[in-house]
């Protein structure tokens, strides 16, 4: 891939940034550098390697959802400062 000053100025105009001079070539030096690591990554024999997403085996280690009981809503509103019949009212703010 080709990093030319184009590529610099349409990047920055994406990002929503204004570059130096400077900044730009600092930049264009890094996606190059990069850029030559993923070449190098390029060059790896990677058969019979099983394609993952995740270095790890875990796979969604969420708990099934079962409804069960809940606490006794009267005894968690007894504290309230304020409330209706199901929840906590916020208190308005005092002015200052």
Known sequence: MLIDE???????EL????????????ISGDLKEILGYMERLGELDTGGVPERSHPFDNVNAFRDDIAGESFDRELILKNAPRRDDRMFISMEVMPK
């Open 6 to 12: 184009k590529l610099i100025d349409y990047l920055e």
């Open 15 to 26: 990002s929503c940034l204004t570059l130096s001079f400077d900044e730009k070539q600092r």
